[in-house]
């Protein structure tokens, strides 16, 4: 592709071939209803349009192979009859590279591939494009000619801008209707299921919405290329005058990218061959969206295919980056885009919570993932707002398009998509089942917290958005045993200021009225930043400068924090968590900045609390090795189950590979959760358990026999393991792992699921298994 500047005089004369093709197709193609006929009179056109003695099309097939579909100038007999293994001939190699390939003398090109029933002998020149759709590989369109000629980099330009509006209208079945793609890789038409992880439960049966989807098709053409260009020109300079922004302000926004990525924007957005290819892209008869939209498609073919993983690495700063500039060039245009339907399951790569939290709550069902983990904050969002969620559902996206009918099973990691009837009749009776549990479940929220043998027990509420504090009622929870202050940062491209943190934290204060309520301070660093506090991409943001290493470092942060929470309080009972602890000095440091805001407001005659607490939350080995040495200080402690097992097992929890290998029902875990909460019984420390684990019936089971009787979970975890500790012999069970837990092993959950009952486990702790 070309480099240099193109001369402007005559832009709306330059590329009339696209536009006029289009116009063209729809017209022709408008009363014809024979598949073959359409794709016939297409390369007819093309090779009118382009001057071509040839014009193909090959698609590619699920094997991998490419099939002749169509042709004017080769010989008919061989459509649908000629087919190219992987890599084979021109054609192959432009499949393979994902790049345009062009040569004056094909059969002299070492990679030529001789078809005679084809009857390609007279043909000599030979150009061919990829026809790319989300990276993905749908074909190849060609043009060859009897004699050779020389290759200008405007014929390339045409075929691919020609090539992109193919793969949107075959994909959208304008041009062949999806039944008449069977054994293609064009448009997915056959029912596929997805194995993922189960993140948010819940059942959803919809309408597939992409994430960031394609450009439409009838967003493609120009009007005006003039008009596009200067669109495109002034998107591209408000890209820039943001990333300036906010890298010369050093104001990051929460939860975006970090200082080194905007600088890698920075770059890109200033490259002359990237605006260049955008530029051309538009003088060729594409619209400012399709521009950004091809040249995407391009660079992610090719770095898709790349080894090197910092190739891979930088495919995610060039699709932010492209989508950025996108988002600019809605804002120019009036164009309100389509509503979300009803009943919307949205599929994504990957998602954050402030993208999560712009649409409509009302009408979004579900949400499937390709990547994430159970515990990332986009996880944490859904399952507060009750939205199922699947995630890890790992190649998703090239299988599904909008409008797909989609089944997300959030009980057992399951995506269907375009079902069989009888996989929809079975989840329609599962959900009719779902409904009638959660009928009981609702029963249950003024059930006694109370265990089968006598053991009184606490379920709390874990919350970070006020949307979630209505749940308190709805689940009949003792309080919220975790409030995630930092959701309010991370949605906010500004700092929030201490009123507007005390607003937030006095609306949860008056919404427990007598129950507790827990606020952890930020945890904030790694790959979520502030705007005060800018962070360096981290090989390992886990185990990097966050949460409570932030605010010691940087104390403006965490003060201006805790004088909002004193204020929120109001003469109510106030109680602080630190996170992150991995030292006693660090929990003695943090409480002492409490103790002085309390200090402060009081010689400012503030109000403050009736009574105060400071907490410790427990979620490194170090800390848990060292809790005595802190406790004479510490007002209660919360274990963070889920940061304690991935570092006590040495397993990111964020890595799909290595964060299910191990198990918290194993010997070693459970004596490091004894340990705990043996030393907080002997120094008479209140100690609950939060998040993943305490959320899981069996898990909270083993906990309570441990003797945790306080447990934070997520609203819609609340029933179902009430209903379990209902049933539970406390005593039986802890007896059952008194005899085990010295024992060496890699978990103890199968032996306990087969002991049931006589482990003192009631039948609703024995797991289901997915039917479907």
Known sequence: MMDEAIDTTDLKNLAPGPRRLLKR????????????????NLTGMIAEETGSDVSSIYLARRSGSLELCATHGLRQDAVHNTRLQHGEGLVGQVALTAKPLAVADAPKHPSFSYRPETGEEPFTSFIGVPILRGGRLVGVLTSQTTHERKLADGEIETLQTVAMILAEIIASGE??????????DVRPTRPDRFQGGAFSPGLAIGVAVVHEPHVSPVRLIA?????????????????RKAIDSMLDGNRLPFGG???????????????????????????????????????????????????????????????DLANRLLRHLDENNTDAGAPLPDNTILIARSIGPAELLDYDRSKLKGLALEEGSASSHAVIVAKALGIPLVGQVEGALDRVENGDTVILDGEFGLLHIRPTEEVREAYADRAKAISRQAAAFARLKDAPSISADGQPFELHLNAGLLVELKRLEETGAA???????????????????????????????????????????????????????????????ALGWRAIRMGL?????????????????????LDVLFPMIAAPWEFFAARDMLEAEIARAEK???????????GLMLETPGMAFAIDEALPRVDFVAVGANDLMQYFFAADRLNARVSNRYDILSPAALRLFRSIQASCAVHNVPVSVCGETASRPLEAAVLLALGYKKLSMAASSIAPVRTLLNGLDVEKLGAWLACRLDNPGRTLRDELMKAGSDAGLPPEAVDNSPLI
């Open 479 to 541: 309080g919220i045993g975790l409030f995630r202050t930092e959701f309010q940062f991370m949605v906010s491209d500004t700092l929030p200021s201490v009123v507007e943190q005390a607003k937030l934290y006095k609306a949860v204060v008056d919404a427990c009225g007598d129950r507790p309520a827990v606020f952890r301070t930020l945890d904030l660093g790694g790959d979520k930043v502030t705007a005060s506090a800018p962070a360096m991409r981290e090989p390992n943001p």
């Open 604 to 614: 400012y005659g503030h109000k403050l609390p009736k009574k105060w607490r400071a």
């Open 175 to 184: 041009i062949i209707a999806p039944e008449e793609l069977a054994g293609l």
């Open 25 to 40: 197709l729809r017209a022709l193609m408008a009363d014809q209803d024979n598949a073959q006929k359409r794709l016939d």
């Open 257 to 319: 990218p970090t200082r080194d990525v905007l600088e890698a924007y920075r770059m890109f957005a200033h490259d002359r061959g990237w605006l260049a290819q955008l530029r051309d892209a538009v003088r060729q008869g594409l619209t400012a969206e399709a521009a950004v939209e091809r040249v995407r498609n391009e660079h992610r073919a090719r770095l898709m295919q790349a080894k090197d993983q910092n190739f891979r690495e930088r495919l995610h700063d060039l699709e």
């Open 223 to 239: 009007d005006d290329p003039e008009d596009e260009e200067a669109r495109l020109d002034i998107a591209i300079n408000e890209l």
């Open 553 to 573: 470092d940087r104390p403006g942060l965490l003060r201006l924090q805790l004088r909002a929470l004193i204020e929120a309080a109001g003469g109510k009972e």
